[in-house]
């Protein structure tokens, strides 16, 4: 079974610029996450999907951060404008449901200078 | 309310020693207490889970101790390898779904 798939790896980005990073949850899952976990942290959730709709985005800074989640599926997670403190490995994960064990990709590892 | 509290920040320990990994949380809600291994570079995976109706779960050398009462649990490493150096998160999930994840353990096994 493959597992969930996130792109890019890494990103370096200016201040002020704009970044997405892509992730693909295993096959068949409902519940997709998207965790921000800084340097020496343990992972926060910044929003949950429950098919392509919105469960919880109560973390997520709406100012600048921004999901989707379209036909259910893939989702992208965008930051724009990235500030210094946005440096931090964004992690993806999904479930089969709410209440299922969350598989982890890999992450990206962002990095704003 | 929402915090997970873990202890210690790292831990070192010799090839078959026992590392005891705590941590300690506030909100009675929670119902669901999983433990998360990550190695460098991956995402973290699930270990081991106990639900608190239970006091002790083992699985393999992996043993989770719950202290309802206390609000507490800790994770047991036993015949601890270097395969197991690593970062160790606790977790706790209530009824909103959301795991609350504790700040981390790193743990080195000598050989």
């Known amino acids: 079974e493959a597992g969930v798939a996130q792109s890019?790896?890494?990103?370096i980005i200016e201040k002020r610029q704009s970044v997405a990073f892509w992730c693909n949850p295993i096959s068949?899952?409902?519940?997709l996450y998207w965790y921000q976990q800084i340097l020496g942290q343990g992972p926060k959730l910044l929003i949950q999907f429950q098919n392509n709709g919105v469960v919880d985005d109560s973390q997520l800074p709406k100012d600048r951060f921004s999901a989707e989640r379209l036909?259910?599926?893939?989702?992208?997670?965008?930051?724009?404008?990235a500030?210094?403190?946005?440096?931090?490995?964004?992690?993806?994960?999904?479930?089969?449901?709410?209440?299922?064990?969350?598989?982890?990709?890999?992450?990206?590892?962002?990095?704003?200078? | 309310q929402q915090q997970v509290k873990q202890s210690p920040q790292s831990l070192i320990v010799q090839k078959g020693g026992i590392p005891i990994i705590n941590c300690a949380y506030e909100n009675t809600a929670f119902d669901y207490f999983p433990w998360y291994q990550q190695?460098?570079?991956?995402?973290?995976?699930?270990?081991?889970?106990?639900?608190?109706?239970?006091?002790?779960k083992?699985?393999?050398r992996f043993t989770i101790s719950f202290n309802k009462s206390a609000k507490q649990f800790s994770l047991h490493i036993m015949d601890s390898q270097p395969g197991d150096s690593a970062t160790y998160f606790c977790a706790a999930r209530g009824a909103t779904n959301k795991l609350i994840f504790g700040t981390g353990t790193l743990l080195a096994v000598q050989p």
Do not use: N
Not at chain 1, 71 to 81: A, F, N
């Open chain 1, 8 to 11: 890019p790896r890494y990103k």
């Open chain 1, 28 to 31: 068949g899952h409902a519940t």
């Open chain 1, 71 to 81: 036909k259910g599926v893939d989702s992208t997670l965008k930051i724009q404008p």
């Open chain 1, 83 to 113: 500030k210094l403190e946005d440096s931090a490995v964004y992690l993806c994960a999904s479930s089969l449901t709410r209440q299922g064990e969350a598989f982890f990709g890999q992450g990206t590892r962002l990095t704003v200078v």
């Open chain 2, 39 to 56: 190695f460098p570079g991956k995402g973290p995976a699930l270990l081991i889970a106990i639900r608190p109706d239970v006091s002790e």
């Open chain 2, 58 to 60: 083992k699985e393999g």
